[in-house]
C-alpha cells in the first residue's frame, strides 16, 4: 500500500475517532438515563471526564467554527456543496452528529469565544447578534456539506492532534489555499481525497511555521519578532534610503509585516495570486527565507511612494498593498536573491 493510502486510511481513523466517537459517547451518556453516574455526569468536575473534554472541545470548535465561514468572504467557494461530501460521517444508516449540527447545539452558541496567540479563551456574549451569525449562511439539505465545513473539520482534527497549540486565528488562513488546491483539481481522485489529503499538507507546512502562531516564543530565535526584524536588516543592506525612512517615521515591521510572514502573505492577495506566491515559496529549498526577499520586493517596489508619503499615508499602503501583479513582485525577489 503506498503512503498516500496509508495516510488516507489514517486520517478515516481520525474522524472516527475524534468527530464520530465522542458523537456516540455524548449520546450514550445522555443525562436522561437513570443509572447515569457522577463519573459519566455533565457536571462532573473532573478535568479528566469525557464531558469536560467534550465541553473544551467546544470552545475550540467555535472559534474554529467562526473563523472558517467568512474564509475568502469575495469568493462562493467556500460555500458551495463539495462533490465529495464525507460519506463516513454523512452515512444515512446513522445519524452521526457532525461538527456543524454540535456548534448549533452547543450551549455556547450564542457566544463569541476566541483563543488569541497568548493561549487566553475569551468567551462574551455579544449585545447584538452578529453580521456572521449562523443564519445568515444557507443550511445545504441532509447528506450535502458546505467546503468551509470540511475546512472546519481538518482544523478541529489538527487542534485534537495538537494540543500544545490546538487552533490559533490565522490558521484559516493557511489551510484555505491549501484545501481549495486539491479541492479544484481537474483529476477527480485528488478531488475525492482533498480532505485527507490538505489535512497532511497542512500538518507538514504547520510543522515549519508554528512558531508563528505561539506567543511565548516571540523573542527566540525562531519567533516571529526575529522574523520580522529580518525583513528590516534584509532591506538595509538592500535598500538602506528606504530603510532608514521607515526608521525615521517609527514604521515598525510589527504594523505590516507580522501579519505578512504569519499568514504567508495570504491575506494581501486574491487567492489565484497567493497559490502562485506559495508555488515560488515552497518549491524554494530555503522558502522562509526567499519570504523575506519577497517582503523586501514588496517594499522597494513602492519605494518611491514611501518616500514622498507621511506616516498616516505609508501605513495605508503596507496594510492595504496597492500592488496587485504578483510575478513582478516575484520577479524583483528574485532580483533580490540573486544580487547576493
Known amino acids: 500500500m503506498s503512503r498516500l493510502h496509508r495516510s488516507r486510511d489514517l486520517y478515516s481513523q481520525f474522524l472516527k475517532e475524534m468527530i464520530i466517537q465522542p458523537g456516540i459517547a455524548k449520546a450514550n451518556l445522555g443525562v436522561s ?5 457522577l463519573e459519566d455526569h455533565p457536571l462532573n ?3 479528566d471526564s469525557r464531558w469536560n473534554t467534550y465541553f473544551k472541545d467546544n470552545e475550540v470548535l467555535l472559534q ?3 473563523d472558517v465561514r467568512r474564509l475568502y468572504p469575495d469568493m462562493a467557494f467556500f460555500q458551495r456543496p463539495t462533490d465529495y461530501p464525507c460519506l463516513l460521517i454523512l452515512d444515512p444508516q446513522n445519524e452521526f452528529e457532525t461538527l456543524r449540527k454540535r456548534v448549533e447545539q452547543t450551549t455556547l452558541k450564542s457566544q463569541t469565544v ?5 493561549g487566553v479563551t475569551n468567551v462574551s456574549s455579544p449585545l447584538k447578534s452578529s453580521p456572521n451569525s449562523l443564519s445568515e ?4 439539505p441532509n447528506g450535502c456539506e ?3 465545513e470540511v475546512v472546519e473539520r481538518i482544523l478541529f482534527i489538527y487542534a485534537k492532534l495538537n494540543p500544545g497549540i490546538a487552533y490559533v486565528q490565522g490558521m484559516n488562513e493557511i489551510v484555505g489555499p491549501l484545501y481549495y488546491t486539491f479541492a479544484t483539481d481537474p483529476n477527480s481522485e485528488w478531488k475525492e481525497h482533498a480532505e485527507a489529503d490538505t489535512f497532511f499538507c497542512f500538518t507538514n507546512l504547520m510543522a515549519e511555521i508554528r512558531d508563528n502562531f505561539i506567543k511565548s516564543l516571540d523573542d527566540s530565535q525562531c519567533g516571529i519578532t526575529y522574523k520580522m526584524e529580518k525583513v528590516y536588516s534584509t532591506l538595509k543592506e538592500k535598500d538602506v534610503e528606504l530603510y532608514l525612512k521607515l526608521q525615521e517615521q517609527n514604521i515598525k515591521p510589527q504594523f505590516f509585516a507580522f501579519r505578512w510572514l504569519t499568514l504567508l502573505l495570504s491575506q494581501e492577495f486574491l487567492l489565484p495570486d497567493v497559490i502562485r506566491i506559495w508555488d515560488s515559496l515552497f518549491a524554494d529549498d530555503k522558502r522562509f527565507d526567499f519570504l523575506l526577499l519577497v517582503c523586501c520586493a514588496m517594499l522597494t517596489l513602492i519605494r518611491d511612494q514611501l518616500l514622498e508619503g507621511d506616516f498616516t499615508l505609508n501605513m495605508r499602503l503596507l496594510q492595504d498593498y496597492p500592488i496587485s501583479d504578483v510575478h513582478l513582485i516575484l520577479k524583483k525577489a528574485k532580483e533580490l536573491q540573486d544580487s547576493k
Open 137 to 140: 449562511y444557507e443550511v445545504l
Open 33 to 37: 438515563r437513570e443509572d447515569v453516574t
Open 114 to 118: 476566541a483563543r488569541n496567540r497568548s
Open 64 to 66: 474554529i467554527d467562526k
Open 146 to 148: 458546505a467546503h468551509w
Open 45 to 47: 468536575p473532573s478535568p
